[in-house]
């Protein structure tokens, strides 16, 4: 038996799944060490003064608790009350997964695995997240835009108000999704079904204008503190010319494409080429770029590690121990009954 897992965990990295965006994010980062000359990237990187880290670790922690306070209100809006030590644990885990393609669901993920909480219905507040979060860099987009490229304001428009059209459609499948939970009989179908009613009236309950309305101010604020630590890192590290605005919009652009592809690509390897790319239009160039988006990798990610790591590491076992893992019921007690056949 032994000697077949290595095979078997072999097989699965295999997957296309898998090994896609692996791939994916492999070729991105070596056509972004093309574009820009990473030998003076790496010494700029170096020399990256230890003051940049100390505010880069106070914006992450600031972004981190708004953050964590709008999952936290929008799970309440859902009646999903996890104890701090849940809530604490599935946050984390979503922040430190969250450049993997689908990565912040594992917080979902793990709030079913140690208590009852349905996926699907926690699942909301997620997207709902992902959405507010879409929707204000749109908006931003719209309103501030990036020289020399006159055509991205009206098309974030576009997609900003076709993100509202695709909620309003979306939310009508219900219906359907109750009907076909009554008629099919395959367990993993049938189970799917569940999860997908779950998710579609967390966001239809969470689609009210004041929830929204927090939720978007909640979301300019964290993603305010993001673009302060950005720009910190460019001004420090040669990019002496890099306003806040410069720096929110090249920062928006990149993680506007990322968060429009629904999660389907990974952020490593986009980000940098799409940053690069948004930076040049500010007449930046792309080893300057290079260096920018590469250095707030490094800063950013080494601090919601930090950050996030221990606490994980810390909770993990004490919540595994303490709740048995499990599936949630198969069927939860307003799933079906709530709606007609």
Known sequence: MNSRNPLRHLHKLLQPA??????????????AFKLGDLAQVLSRVQSMPIWVMIFALAMVISYLVLKAWQLHLLLANLGVRPDWKRFLLAFSVGELAVTLPFGIFSQNWVLSVTGD??????????????????????????TVGIPRWPELRPIALVFLLGLGLLIFGVLRFEHLAVRLAHKLNQPWVHRTLIESIGLLRGLRQLSNARALGINMVLAALYLGALAFAFQAVGNSIGVSHLGYLAAASIYAFSLA????????ISQIGTMEILGMTAAQAWGINFTDGLTLM??????WTGAMWLLNLPIVALLWRSMRSRDKPGTPTETSPDDLEEMPH
């Open 117 to 142: 909480t349905h996926f699907g219905r926690s699942s909301a507040a997620t997207v709902v997240m992902l959405l507010t979060e879409t929707a204000v860099i749109l908006l931003f987009l719209v």
């Open 294 to 299: 590469l250095g707030f990798r490094l800063v």
């Open 257 to 264: 494409v990322v968060l429009l592809f629904g999660g389907l």
């Open 18 to 31: 898998v090994l896609l965006p692996l791939i994916l994010t492999a070729a991105l980062l070596t056509l």
